[in-house]
Structure formats: C-alpha cells, structure tokens
C-alpha cells in the first residue's frame, strides 16, 4: 500500500543559547566614511491603488530596467530607469519570494523559500528552467529546503545558497545539471548558519553571505575554503561591483556596508528606523551601471533608492552600531494569550532530535534528519514549525515549513532524543493524534522501546501531531 505521510512536531520550548553563538554576539565596529549617496524617496511610481509589500530582492538589467521581487501582489514587477512602472510578469509563479539576479542575457532567476524553487525566466517572464520541486522542501541533489539567491560563474555554472531549510551551496552547470554541494550547519570553515546571499566575483570566486554566523566565505569555484571576512555584520544581501568591491546589506544592524576586495569596512549608510534612507531589515540589493544603489527593505514595505552624491562632503557616518533591531521579542502575555494557553501545554525544550523511517518489509532503511527542513501542514493553515536539528549543546526552533515522506510499505517512526534524564523523564508526557485528510482523529498506537525512544505505526498514511501534556 502506498502511505503518503507527513510529520508535525509542535516545540514552544527552545534550549537556552551559549554565549559563543555567532548568531547573539554583539560585534564591536568602529566609526568608518559615511557612502557619498543620497536618498531618493519615493522613486518608483507605482500604479494607482497598488502599494508595495514586504521587499525582497531587486536587480537591474542590461537596459537599466528595474526588478522588484516583493512579497505581496503582483510579486515580480519591471520598472524603467527612472522608475515609470511597466509592468508585472510571471503571475501565479511564486509564493513567498526570496532572491532575484539577472545573468549575462538578461534572463530572471528567482528563489522562492516558500516554494522551494529555482527558476530561470526570460524577459517576458516565461520559464526556462525549473530547479527543485514545488512545495517539497528536502536534502537531495535536485531539491532545495527554502533557498535563498543564485549566482553565476564565469562558464555559466549555477550556484545555489541552500538555505533557511539545508546548510549548504549546491552547483550545477549552466543547463541545470547538479555537479556538487558543499556545507553543513555549524560555524567552522565552510559550514553554515543560514547561507543568505550568494555572489561570485571576476575570478569566479564564490562569496556566501553565512548570515547567522555574521561573516562573509569565501571559496574557490569547486567549493574549497579560501578565507573568511568576520565582524562584519550580517549578510543578508551581497553584490559585487566592477571594481571588485563587496556592497552588504546588513538586515541585522540595518544598514548598507561596502567592502574593499582585502574585506575591510569603506563605507557605510543607513541606520534602523523608518524614515527615507534608514531601515528596518535591510535585505538584498543591486547597484546599476551608474553606481545608483537599490535596496530592498523588508519590514518598511519599500524598496530604497540611493544616488551617487560625490559632490557631497566626506564625513564619518554617524550611525554605529551596537545591537541587532527589530529581531528580540518576547511571548505576548494579553488576555488572548491566556485563553490560549490554557488551551494548548508547553512542549519541552528537546537537547536533541531526528526521524528515523524504516521501511520493515524491505529490511531497509533511510533516515531523514531535519537540520532546518520544511514539515509539512497539508490544510494549508498556520499550524506549522521548522525542526532544526542542532548542535550538542541546543537546539533551534524557527517558524515555517513543510516536507513529505512517501513509502511504498507501511513505515515506522522514531522520534529519538538524547538520554538526559530530564528529557527521557518527559518522553511519557507526549500525547500523539493521526488526522486524516479529512481531519478526522485516528486510533494511535504508542510503543515506548528503550530510555529515550518512542515509536509509532502508522499502515494507513495518517499525519502525526505531537504534543506536550501535563505529567
């Protein structure tokens, strides 16, 4: 029989963070040049009644032309050089969007981590290329789990930052086949902590934005390790200019850094807030031939554009930053959130956590390990969360996601944990509901197998709940 099955696991808890934790240190910068750019409000000239969304991403073609890549609809829309609208293209392609670049032809290359996409369009918007499947977020040579952006190297080759979901740069050659990856979740040389943005320079060396790290690395063509720029904040957005120079925009501290081709800090602008020229998650950008910066940001609704000011004279920027904005929050303790609580228990923090699918009438086994992967919501409500399978010393919970596991058997599942006593204490407490299509509750079969296991069996492709109840 053919079970289709998908796994949701419900953690509010999350293991407290270490202070070494790239993604919480708070960096020391010194003053540096403030970029001789001015701002220029409200550049772009929408149609009326539409209004901007959250911003993504941005490119400029060979022509000057403007795209804007936003998060609201039309998602992708062409702008001329002096921002008259022109038109939306490629309607009903994405679903949350993330990266936008335009190669040598002008063609359009987005990714979508909501769908875990890769497409390659041409100028009209028709699709060229399909890179990954629709709404299936997995490991695999030919699957992304939430990619981030694309670059191109000098040959035409395909480079993936592999993502929100993987850890990891996948490559293939300029017609789509997969030629390597390269990375893992961690902070050591050549492994990552959400690989944002992605950029490769004149000699065809690779640049990843490694975002939670809050450091830029750097690799030859092939993916080895060369060398790494630290402190420089957090790279949401990467672009390379002619002269080799490294434009971050940093969506941590939230503002636009450039960088010279030895990774030292030139010159920097912006600063958080909401008015024209400050923002509120700086995101990816792109700089035109005549050097006119846009960049996306996110959580003001806009897409900001900077204008070379030469003529304006060299001063220090003012803005110096000291702590991440707009990320820290704390759980809302209103009166809904109490009428919700007594509704739904606290799940523990787990130290630790994988799936193991075996597929028994085979003898047969794979594993499936959800470093950042997308769980699956089939009712396509906001019911869902990331797994994050972390290091010995935590684990990380985001929101988000989905992912499907098919078997031509029945399965069981493992939800194995580490054996610390204050976790395996808790493994009874767990109360596991199947739901059918239909939502309807199915009869559950719980067997604990050992200190620190719980399986379950499941011969008729139900998805599984799980949640914390009281002891």
Same mark, same amino acid.
């Given at each position: 029989?053919?079970?289709?099955?998908?796994?949701?696991?419900?953690?509010?808890?999350?293991?407290?963070?270490?202070?070494?934790?790239?993604?919480?240190?708070?960096?020391?910068?010194?003053?540096?040049?403030?970029?001789?750019?001015?701002?220029?409000?409200?550049?772009?000239?929408?149609?009326?009644?539409?209004?901007?969304?959250?911003?993504?991403?941005?490119?400029?073609?060979?022509?000057?032309?403007?795209?804007?890549?936003?998060?609201?609809?039309?998602?992708?829309?062409?702008?001329?050089?002096?921002?008259?609208?022109?038109?939306?293209?490629?309607?009903?392609?994405?679903?949350?969007?993330?990266?936008?670049?335009?190669?040598?032809?002008?063609?359009?290359?987005?990714?979508?981590?909501?769908?875990?996409?890769?497409?390659?369009?041409?100028?009209?918007?028709?699709?060229?290329?399909?890179?990954?499947?629709?709404?299936?977020?997995?490991?695999?040579?030919?699957?992304?789990?939430?990619?981030?952006?694309?670059?191109?190297?000098?040959?035409?080759?395909?480079?993936?930052?592999?993502?929100?979901?993987?850890?990891?740069?996948?490559?293939?050659?300029?017609?789509?086949?997969?030629?390597?990856?390269?990375?893992?979740?961690?902070?050591?040389?050549?492994?990552?902590?959400?690989?944002?943005?992605?950029?490769?320079?004149?000699?065809?060396?690779?640049?990843?934005?490694?975002?939670?790290?809050?450091?830029?690395?750097?690799?030859?063509?092939?993916?080895?390790?060369?060398?790494?720029?630290?402190?420089?904040?957090?790279?949401?957005?990467?672009?390379?200019?002619?002269?080799?120079?490294?434009?971050?925009?940093?969506?941590?501290?939230?503002?636009?850094?450039?960088?010279?081709?030895?990774?030292?800090?030139?010159?920097?602008?912006?600063?958080?807030?909401?008015?024209?020229?400050?923002?509120?998650?700086?995101?990816?950008?792109?700089?035109?031939?005549?050097?006119?910066?846009?960049?996306?940001?996110?959580?003001?609704?806009?897409?900001?554009?900077?204008?070379?000011?030469?003529?304006?004279?060299?001063?220090?920027?003012?803005?110096?930053?000291?702590?991440?904005?707009?990320?820290?929050?704390?759980?809302?303790?209103?009166?809904? @959130?109490?009428?919700?609580?007594?509704?739904?228990?606290?799940?523990?923090?787990?130290?630790?956590?994988?799936?193991?699918?075996?597929?028994?009438?085979? @003898?047969?086994?794979?594993?499936?390990?959800?470093?950042?992967?997308?769980?699956?919501?089939?009712?396509?409500?906001?019911?869902?969360?990331?797994?994050?399978?972390?290091?010995?010393?935590?684990?990380?919970?985001?929101?988000?996601?989905?992912?499907?596991?098919?078997?031509?058997?029945?399965?069981?599942?493992?939800?194995?944990?580490?054996?610390?006593?204050?976790?395996?204490?808790?493994?009874?407490?767990?109360?596991?509901?199947?739901?059918?299509?239909?939502?309807?509750?199915?009869?559950?079969?719980?067997?604990?197998?050992?200190?620190?296991?719980?399986?379950?069996?499941?011969?008729?492709?139900?998805?599984?709940?799980?949640?914390?109840?009281?002891?």
């Amino acid at each position: 029989m053919k079970g289709f099955l998908i796994f949701t696991m419900l953690i509010a808890g999350v293991a407290g963070g270490q202070s070494h934790d790239p993604s919480t240190q708070r960096l020391e910068f010194a003053p540096v040049p403030e970029l001789a750019y001015r701002v220029a409000p409200d550049f772009f000239q929408l149609p009326a009644g539409m209004n901007f969304g959250e911003a993504s991403a941005v490119a400029v073609d060979s022509k000057g032309h403007i795209f804007l890549f936003q998060r609201a609809k039309p998602m992708l829309l062409e702008f001329s050089h002096d921002g008259k609208f022109i038109r939306s293209l490629g309607e009903g392609l994405f679903d949350h969007p993330h990266g936008l670049r335009i190669d040598k032809d002008d063609n359009l290359w987005t990714t979508d981590d909501g769908s875990h996409l890769v497409l390659k369009l041409d100028h009209d918007g028709r699709v060229l290329l399909v890179l990954g499947r629709k709404n299936t977020g997995a490991e695999a040579d030919w699957l992304f789990s939430r990619p981030t952006d694309v670059a191109f190297g000098k040959a035409g080759e395909i480079y993936v930052s592999d993502g929100y979901g993987n850890s990891r740069v996948m490559k293939f050659d300029r017609t789509g086949k997969f030629l390597k990856s390269w990375g893992k979740n961690g902070s050591g040389a050549g492994e990552f902590n959400l690989p944002h943005s992605i950029v490769t320079d004149g000699e065809g060396r690779v640049y990843v934005g490694d975002r939670e790290n809050q450091r830029i690395q750097i690799f030859d063509a092939d993916g080895r390790f060369l060398k790494e720029w630290k402190g420089v904040g957090y790279p949401y957005g990467l672009f390379i200019t002619p002269d080799q120079h490294v434009w971050m925009a940093d969506g941590g501290y939230d503002r636009v850094i450039e960088l010279d081709p030895n990774g030292k800090i030139v010159g920097a602008i912006g600063e958080p807030g909401h008015a024209p020229g400050q923002f509120a998650w700086a995101h990816l950008l792109a700089i035109g031939a005549d050097r006119t910066m846009y960049v996306a940001d996110v959580l003001n609704w806009r897409f900001q554009v900077f204008v070379p000011a030469p003529s304006v004279q060299q001063r220090m920027a003012q803005y110096v930053p000291t702590a991440r904005m707009y990320w820290d929050s704390v759980p809302s303790s209103g009166w809904l @959130s109490r009428q919700e609580a007594s509704a739904h228990e606290v799940a523990p923090a787990f130290d630790h956590a994988a799936l193991h699918v075996s597929n028994l009438e085979r @003898s047969t086994s794979f594993y499936e390990t959800f470093g950042l992967k997308r769980i699956a919501d089939p009712f396509k409500d906001d019911r869902h969360v990331w797994l994050s399978l972390g290091s010995h010393e935590q684990l990380h919970l985001l929101s988000g996601g989905t992912a499907n596991l098919e078997s031509d058997m029945n399965v069981h599942i493992a939800i194995r944990v580490s054996s610390i006593p204050a976790l395996t204490a808790r493994l009874d407490q767990l109360k596991i509901v199947y739901y059918n299509s239909k939502r309807e509750p199915h009869t559950v079969t719980k067997r604990p197998d050992g200190a620190s296991q719980i399986y379950l069996q499941d011969p008729d492709g139900y998805w599984l709940e799980f949640n914390d109840v009281k002891p």
